[in-house]
């Protein structure tokens, strides 16, 4: 009885072994059981044989092999809880996956396949009948070859969907428990173009077998946790501010080096100061394009062409008009730049591809803020010029005064005058 239980045991380890593997699919472990196994035989046998050369009593024998047995059994249950938690920890590690189109590509392949066949026999059996027979008969095969071609499609949505949960367990697989992978790397492990991968990816993310799965903004790499995806923002944003800290830098340094190269002067010409104001304003202008450029809504978009157009009118008429630029200072040390510094920060939350609750406060307060800044710029701009207006509406008037007093003009109120 004791023999038969220890090989009872045996095969219950063997047993749990290859359906762990089968269910975590992770066969690793059943080579390291196997080998144990045949170790704890090869042992039992060589007490047995030992025993036997020794002439050792049968009752010490006995014994021994109980608690030979019992301390078999003690080892099996320590290696089945490890493996159960083995396999619960794989399974609380495993990206969240939905098993899509399991049972309707079943149900699509059953009844495709039984209605191909059924139609494809009645089909040929109709086909015969109107060629001998002609009328009815060949209208009714028409008709059946019609059902036919829709079994047929039916057939082939449901091997379609079985192919693609299966690459869709290969990709969930190849993620691993990083729960993201490269679709070069995907590409590479199933024999795919990087091209299909992609299109099969975003079909698989919007009928939602990755619940939780997300893409790159360059669609190089997918991600199947909201986790994961929530580190690539943070990395992604730090790397966006990393590269605007290094072009200022490197502005910075250019600018530097345009300055060494410039002779120092104990004090700046006018028109040297008027050259970099309009310059810079310039280059604002198109920094505020390129942002522009990159923001999708329309209505900001509106607001920013209406911005940038101002500009130009701006530095236009400082051309035109180079004493007002001393009451431009002010404008470009501050209005100007936080107005930029808030267009960049709009921006930069509009390329996020999740915006939460405060991000969406926060462009809907900046687009508000666009509407003032606007309307005080124009502002501004009738200030600088409402002078230069004014002066020429009375070099106007005195010149008309003038010649009414020499009797070179007709008017009537100027004769009076």
């Known amino acids: 009885m ?6 009872s045991g045996i095969g219950e380890e063997i047993r749990d072994a290859v359906d762990t593997a089968l269910k975590t699919g992770n066969f690793r472990n059943l080579g390291d059981v196997m080998v144990n196994t045949g170790a704890d035989i090869v042992k039992n046998v060589s007490s047995v044989v030992g025993q036997a050369v020794s002439g050792g009593s049968g009752e010490n024998y006995t014994e021994k092999y109980e608690q030979a047995t019992r301390e078999r059994k003690r080892v099996q249950e320590e290696r089945r809880r490890a493996r159960a938690a083995q396999a619960a920890e794989a399974e609380r590690t495993r990206a969240p996956f939905r098993l899509v189109g399991r049972i309707s590509s079943v149900l699509y392949q059953v009844f495709g396949g039984i209605g191909t066949g059924v139609m494809a026999i009645l089909s040929i059996v109709f086909f015969f009948l109107g060629l001998g027979l002609g009328g009815g008969f060949m209208v009714t095969f028409w008709v059946l070859a019609l059902i036919l071609l829709g079994f047929i499609g039916m057939l082939n949505v449901g091997l379609k969907q079985k192919d693609r949960l299966k690459r869709a367990k290969k990709y969930l697989e190849l993620a691993g428990h990083n729960h993201y992978v490269n679709l070069e790397d995907l590409a590479l492990h199933t024999n795919r173009s990087r091209k299909f991968i992609l299109k099969d990816i975003k079909k698989m993310l919007k009928e939602g077998f990755f619940p939780e799965g997300h893409l790159d903004s360059q669609e190089s790499c997918l991600m199947l946790s909201d986790k994961i995806y929530s580190e690539y923002l943070s990395l992604e944003k730090q790397r966006k501010i990393q590269e605007r800290e290094k072009k200022a830098e490197e502005l910075q340094q250019i600018q530097q080096k345009g300055k060494a190269e410039i002779p120092v002067k104990t004090e700046q010409k006018p028109s040297d100061e008027l050259e970099s104001m309009i310059s810079e304003g310039q280059d604002c202008i198109r920094r505020l394009r390129d942002m522009n450029d990159n923001i999708a809504g329309e209505e900001i978009s509106a607001k920013l062409f209406r911005l940038e157009n101002l500009l130009k009118e701006i530095f236009e008429g400082l051309k035109e008009h180079p004493e007002q630029a001393p009451q431009m200072k002010k404008f470009m040390n501050y ?3 936080t107005t930029l510094k808030l267009v960049a920060a ?8 999740s915006q939460g609750e405060e991000i969406r406060e926060a462009k809907a307060e900046i687009e508000k803020t666009l509407d003032t800044i606007n309307s005080a710029f124009e502002e501004l701009m009738n200030r600088m010029f409402r002078n230069t207006a004014y002066d020429v509406t009375t070099d106007a008037q005195v010149l008309q005064t003038m010649l009414a007093k020499e ?9 009076k005058v």
């Open 2 to 7: 004791s023999d038969m239980k220890s090989w």
């Open 335 to 337: 209005y100007l730049p």
């Open 346 to 353: 709009y921006e930069e939350f509009d390329d996020l591809s």
């Open 407 to 415: 009797g070179l003009t007709m008017h009537k109120e100027f004769e």
